[in-house]
């Protein structure tokens, strides 16, 4: 029988690679899922099928995973290395596979009483046949089911192209051993324990089944809520109670998504041709943290900063080839468009209006949509800051989507919420000539079909695209640890405890996103060249730095998260030469080469600079201090960076705690120390002249965040009294001519919001008193920090113009 088993295998093998397409989850299942190659593994299939076998087998040949035809030799027993756990519908009838693996299972075990050397992997795999979930109202089982030969041959040629074969993680025989033991009955739990496993992994893959959206409708109509605020509709606009109902039936149909599996299954082929278009490759990194929430039935919130209008289509793309259900996506009104509309809505976009004031009925209805979303077990996704970034740098958080998450958990939602931070990054963002547009008072163009057609017509080589997941928020963990009242039911809406929970889940999302960000080779040239005031380098000195950086991200890293380019400096610069319209020039002269900026270029790079502008802020800053001093006490040192740091924290979304803040300070002195930039003998800390260039281009990391300060605090050093409205706008005056007369291209710099954020920060730094008005003794010290790290010419402009700037209002 193996023989025509065999036969059987090798008949299948030719059609099978032309019809399916290699599609591993995860895509590197060794270093993924750390498997030791030098013991034993043994894979675990959900069922015999002889078609699914090929295909897996082809996958593990191609991943360099042991190859599951051959056996396991394991001190000359030799075992199969891979088992099914039931019959399923198989071609050639033999004796039941679920015996035989236990009888398998049995053998492994009694290996492992006898050599304590001995540590068997056993990993789950399953062929996933097409993800369709099905739909309520209809009979019969989706595509996962268990499938027969000529249904097999069908599914080859349909869903070929939307076969995935899944590595699951490793479960250590020798733990179980060591832990449960290794009779008989540990052989059935590990079969038990499988078939759970396949059965979790089969919802992870499709989701739960999708909705009779008239049904929901109807359901969703009918709840207590809803039916309240329509009656207050009705009675606040005096119309009928069934008017009101079309409008709340009208509301509900703008905003609802109407997911077509057939239409995500178009989208995976448009997408598929649209990176190829559009990216020389997407790096994900962390995504098994998903994968593993999933598998837990966790209700998954993806919350991703915001990039470009490509995040919509970036994250579901990359979900749906980790084996994961495409998220419904909160999408903004504006791209409610023909014909685009109608397409993301099929693909799970739900619309919401930008604002919900004055509009109860709106507000109630999206809540309750929201809820039942939840509810349903449908993975969410949201943007927390609301708009794109057109700075580069995250946005302060709107709280909204985020209060009714936990709205959702905290009315009786039975599955753990958990919200996952995602970092997006790209090397060239397709809107960033709009934003530079915006940013230098452009109307914002509205969304329609002509932009659509523009925007492809510009498609081009942009590098790579990044997306990282950050650790993930389970809500009820963090609720528990932070707000422990949070489960007493004090029958209120929005008990005492709601809002601080809100604003502290918001931005621990965006300080895990900036703890994932993804370093690249666009980041850190245009970090380097817009170091120098004339936005030129000599290309050694230019490589230079990129060691440098590089470096610092190695040995003092920003976090555990990070990701980090490994190419050479030279590769790096030449991956961004390569790259178009980004504006790095390279010139020559006699003495060599220049790599510089094109002047219409150097706003667009700040938006570059700043994705990863909080990585390397704390660097800027200690070579800031010790430029300017020239030689300084660490004790000094620290004793500055302690006092600037909570504005970075606030601005940057930082994640260094006080305690932990001497600490990395540390490794950074270290660090510079190692590279030769500064000397440092005991509690002393001097520039090494023969390298001082290096660090005045770390230094200028910080220099405007500085001048920034600097400016509020010399405002409100001259009137303490003065209104925190009228603060905010003679701050950002100031900035405006600063910017001028010094040439700053950073678009940041002269923020409202930013200066807004800061002035928030002194306030809770303690820099105001109960009365409101400025603390002088505290506001000078904190001057005088500043002003030892600014140049004497911007310092005297500030100044100068802060004079002149009585009686604006």
């Known amino acids: 029988m193996p023989s025509i088993v065999n036969a059987y295998r090798k008949l299948l093998e030719f059609p099978l690679s032309f019809l399916v397409k290699n599609n591993p989850i995860p895509t590197n299942p060794i270093e993924e899922l750390q498997l030791n190659l030098s013991q034993p593994i043994v894979y675990v299939l959900p069922y015999t099928s ?10 593990c040949l191609d991943l360099n995973l042991p190859d599951p035809a051959e056996k396991n030799n394991v001190h000359d027993v030799n075992l199969p290395r891979y088992v099914y756990l039931d019959e399923g519908r198989r071609f050639f009838k033999s004796k039941g596979a ?3 693996t236990i009888q398998v299972f049995n053998q492994y075990l009694e290996l492992h009483r006898s050599f304590d050397d001995l540590d068997v992997q056993i990993v789950p795999v399953s062929v996933l046949w097409g993800r369709s979930p099905g739909h309520e109202d209809k009979a019969g089982l989706p595509n996962l089911r ?12 349909w869903f070929g192209r939307d076969t995935f074969v899944r590595f699951s993680q490793a479960v250590s025989l020798r733990y179980m051993v060591n832990e449960h033991g290794s009779d008989e009955k540990m052989a059935q739990k590990l079969a038990r324990v499988a078939k759970m496993h396949f059965a979790r992994q089969r919802i992870s893959a499709t989701g739960p089944r999708l ?3 008239k049904a929901m409708f109807g359901k969703l109509l009918q709840s207590a809520a809803i039916q309240t605020a329509i009656e207050d509709e009705a009675k606040s606009k005096n119309i009928s109670r069934e008017k009101a109902e079309k409008e709340a039936y009208k509301i509900l149909d703008e905003i609802a998504a109407d997911v077509s599996h057939s239409s995500l299954r178009a989208a995976d082929r448009f997408l598929r041709w649209l990176w190829n278009k559009l990216y020389s490759g997407i790096d994900v990194q962390n995504a098994d943290r998903v994968r593993k929430l999933a598998l837990e039935g966790h209700e998954i919130v993806y919350v991703p900063c915001h990039r470009s209008h490509i995040d919509y289509l970036l994250l579901s793309y990359v979900l749906y080839h980790q084996g994961l259900v495409p998220p419904h996506i909160a999408a903004g009104i504006n791209l409610n468009f023909w014909p685009v509309g109608r397409l993301f809505r099929s693909w799970g976009a739900f619309f919401i209006r930008r604002t919900f004031k004055g509009n109860r009925l709106y507000s109630a209805i999206f809540r309750e949509y929201l809820a039942e979303l939840f509810h349903r077990g449908y993975s969410v996704e949201y943007f927390i800051e609301g708009g794109r970034s057109r700075t580069g740098r995250l946005l302060a958080p709107k709280t909204g989507m985020m209060s009714m998450t936990l709205q959702a958990l905290q009315h009786h939602q039975t599955r753990p919420i958990s919200v996952v931070p995602v970092y997006v990054g790209y090397e060239h963002v397709l809107e960033v000539d709009t934003y530079a547009k915006e940013l230098r008072g452009a109307t914002k163009e509205k969304e329609n079909a002509g932009l659509v057609i523009r925007v492809i017509k510009k498609l081009r080589n942009l590098g790579q695209g990044f997306v990282n997941f950050g ?15 949070w489960k007493e039911n004090n029958n209120e809406d929005k008990p005492r405890w709601f809002t601080p929970a809100v604003d502290a889940v918001s931005h621990q999302v965006m300080v895990n996103i900036n703890k994932a960000a993804a370093v690249n080779a666009m980041n850190l040239v245009g970090t380097a060249l817009l170091s120098s005031r004339q936005r030129a380098l000599a290309r050694e000195q230019l490589l230079e730095q990129l060691d440098s950086y590089q470096q610092m991200l190695q040995n003092a890293p920003y976090s555990e998260d990070m990701v980090t380019p490994t190419d050479s400096p030279k590769v790096m610069l030449e991956h961004v030469l390569s790259l178009d319209r980004v504006g790095v020039l390279v010139e020559k002269d006699n003495f060599g080469e220049i790599v510089r900026l094109e002047r219409t270029s150097a706003v667009l790079m700040t938006y570059y600079r700043n994705n990863i502008q909080h990585a390397f802020v704390l660097p800027s800053l200690v070579a800031s201090v010790v430029l300017h001093y020239e030689a300084i006490q660490k004790d000094l040192l620290l004793d500055a960076v302690a006092k600037i740091y909570p504005f970075l924290k606030g601005e940057l979304f930082l994640h260094f705690s006080q305690e932990e803040l001497k600490a990395q300070i540390g490794k950074i002195i270290a660090e510079f120390t190692r590279q030769e930039v500064i000397h440092s003998n005991e509690n002393f800390l001097s520039i090494n002249r023969s390298r001082v260039r290096i660090l005045q281009l770390w230094s200028a990391g910080v220099r405007e965040i500085l001048q920034r300060y600097y400016i509020t605090v010399t405002i409100l050093q001259k009137d303490p009294q003065v209104s925190r409205s009228v603060l905010e706008k003679e701050s950002q005056l100031v900035a405006q001519r600063l910017s001028v007369l010094h040439g700053i291209n950073a678009p940041e710099f002269f923020d409202k919001a930013v200066f807004s954020a800061f002035i928030a920060n002194l306030k809770e730094e303690g820099y105001f008193d109960e009365q409101g008005q400025g603390n002088l003794p505290l506001l000078e010290t904190f001057s005088s920090i500043l002003e030892h790290l600014i140049s004497s010419e911007i310092s005297l402009t500030i100044k100068g113009t802060v004079e002149k700037a009585e009686g604006i209002e």
């Not at 002889?50 to 996958?59: C, E, G, K, P, S």
């Not at 268990?146 to 040629?157: C, R, S, V, Y």
């Not at 650790?471 to 009242?485: A, C, G, V």
């Open 211 to 213: 909705p009779n959206r």
């Open 50 to 59: 002889q078609t699914d076998f090929v295909i897996f087998r082809r996958h």
């Open 471 to 485: 650790e993930p928020i389970t809500l009820s963990n963090y609720l528990n640890q932070h707000f422990p009242d």
């Open 98 to 100: 679920k015996d035989e």
């Open 146 to 157: 268990l499938l027969n030969g000529i249904q097999k041959t069908f599914a080859a040629i």
